[in-house]
């Protein structure tokens, strides 16, 4: 079937260092997957980091980069420097929304905490 | 600009007693509207969607049911809780089905 699986968390790094998530994908009723990082900071609601719909593509945004991997089912987001403000439960999720039915394959989620 | 607002922020319910949870889209007419949910420890996983008003379609059968008695209307409901109901339950609008945009959440603990 089709599922997500990303780095367990919580992970910790210090402000500053550089961050990787890894997340791994299974597509298998998708035949065109789109892949997506989304965020949900603390009090808020769970909203898109980057989104990339074309294998050998990258997404980015706030710094963050994850690259579309067909070979390696792969989409690990990455960021050189993070700031204590990145705090926050990352999801990695698959789908294809053009079928209107909007469904998403998620992740766990990842707590990372970025220490001052 | 579209808004989503999702209500109450957090229950607390007996098992065995009835739930509504609430849902309103506002500046955006005719969505796709979508209930997820997310157990403690679990993943986001789709409940049901709905391209119009009326209409609704099932993705998971948890013994909730759904309805979508306005365009920017989206409810979930049961008669009867269980304890494997709790959790996090976000619901979801699509704009040209490229990306979903959320609500907050509402917390619900079935006791």
């Known amino acids: 079937g089709d599922s997500v699986t990303q780095t367990e968390g919580p992970v910790t790094v210090s402000e500053s260092e550089s961050l990787i998530i890894n997340c791994t994908y299974s597509?298998?009723?998708?035949?065109?997957?789109?892949l997506f990082w989304y965020v949900r900071y603390p009090g808020e609601g769970l909203q898109l980091l980057l989104k990339?719909?074309?294998?050998?593509q990258k997404g980015s945004s706030r710094g963050f980069e994850a690259t579309y991997n067909k070979e390696t089912t792969s989409f690990h987001l990455q960021k050189a420097s993070v700031q204590e403000s990145d705090s926050a439960v990352y999801y990695c999720?698959?789908?294809?929304?053009?079928?209107?039915?909007?469904?998403?394959?998620f992740g766990l989620g990842t707590t990372l905490q970025v220490q001052p | 600009a579209q808004t989503i607002h999702q209500w109450p922020v957090a229950e607390i319910k007996a098992v065995g007693s009835p739930l509504s949870l609430g849902c309103t889209i506002k500046?955006?007419?005719?969505?796709?509207l979508y209930w997820y949910w997310q157990a403690t420890g679990g993943t986001l996983q789709q409940l049901f969607y709905?391209?119009?008003?009326?209409?609704v379609e099932s993705v998971v059968q948890l013994n909730l049911s759904a309805s979508r008695p306005k365009d920017d209307q989206f409810i979930l409901s049961t008669e009867k809780l269980l304890l494997s109901h709790s959790g996090f339950y976000l619901c979801?609008?699509?704009?040209?089905?490229?990306?979903?945009?959320f609500g907050h959440g509402t917390k619900l603990s079935v006791l």
């Open positions: 999720a698959l789908g294809d929304l053009t079928g209107n039915t909007g469904k998403l394959i």
């Open positions: 597509a298998t009723s998708i035949a065109y997957p789109n």
């Open positions: 979801a609008w699509s704009r040209d089905n490229e990306r979903l945009f």
């Open positions: 500046g955006k007419s005719s969505p796709n």
């Open positions: 709905s391209i119009t008003v009326g209409q």
């Open positions: 990339v719909i074309t294998a050998g």
